[in-house]
T-cell receptor, first 112, second 112 residues
Framework: EAQVTQNPRYLITVTGKKLTVTCSQN?????MSWYRQDPGLGLRQIYY???????DKGDVPEGYKVSRKEKRNFPLILESPSPNQTSLYFC???????????FGPGTRLLVL | LAKTTQPISMDSYEGQEVNITCSHN???????ITWYQQFPSQGPRFIIQ???TKVTNEVASLFIPADRKSSTLSLPRVSLSDTAVYYC?????????????FGTGTRLKVLA
């Protein structure tokens, strides 16, 4: 089954404790992206990647890092999480940057 | 970056046709218009995509006027299960970037 998976689905952590949210897709998509969703603000793009070793900032990249060492994986790294990064995070993938993106189930993060 | 504007919310009754309009005044020549549906605690799901005139698939129609500064998603004969948030998305492929701005979406509530 074609899908985008994220882990963990739920995470509670404390300020400053580094964490990684994994994202994997099995569709051989070149394009992958991370979004955060907050009440009243819709979906905002954090980072995206056009292919292996090619990443770029979205609208809200501050406080986040990403890497794309393999085509199927695109982890989101929070080096020093802060409470304002409490949010619902979605990973997505598509062919070559097309707008038809496939989204993962989401990761709900709470930073205390 | 082409930003989108949609109504915040809409109510409809089962069996009615629902039209949701999105404004995208700064749309670029190469941009496509894509609509997504999102249920609570799930990732957005692709509904339909178009470039100009009219596109129809098994779930919706998309109307795009000649100037492409707006688009209208049409959902025929909605049911309770169509209650969701609908996002209009215009891609930005200028300068080789692939940033996407989803906006805040339209919350559709279908009443019995």
């Amino acid at each position: 089954e074609a899908q985008v998976t994220q882990n963990p689905r739920y995470l509670i952590t404390v300020t400053g404790k580094k964490l990684t949210v994994t994202c994997s897709q099995n569709m051989n998509h070149e394009y992958m992206s991370w979004y955060r969703q907050d009440p009243g603000l819709g979906l905002r793009q954090i980072y995206y990647s056009m292919n292996v070793e090619v990443t770029d900032k979205g609208d809200v990249p501050e406080g986040y890092k990403v890497s794309r060492k393999e085509k199927r994986n695109f982890p989101l790294i929070l080096e020093s999480p802060s409470p304002n990064q409490t949010s619902l995070y979605f990973c997505a993938s598509s062919w070559g940057g097309e707008e038809t993106q496939y989204f993962g189930p989401g990761t709900r993060l709470l930073v205390l | 970056l082409a930003k989108t504007t949609q109504p915040i919310s809409m109510d409809s009754y089962e069996g009615q046709e629902v039209n949701i309009t999105c404004s995208h005044n700064n749309i670029a020549t190469n941009d496509y218009i894509t609509w997504y549906q999102q249920f609570p605690s799930q990732g957005p799901r692709f509904i339909i995509q178009g470039y100009k005139t009219k596109v129809t698939n098994e779930v919706a129609s998309l109307f795009i006027p000649a100037d492409r500064k707006s688009s209208t998603l049409s959902l025929p004969r909605v049911s309770l299960s169509d209650t969701a948030v609908y996002y209009c998305l215009v891609g930005d492929r200028t300068s080789g970037t692939y940033k996407y701005i989803f906006g805040t979406g339209t919350r559709l509530k279908v009443l019995a």
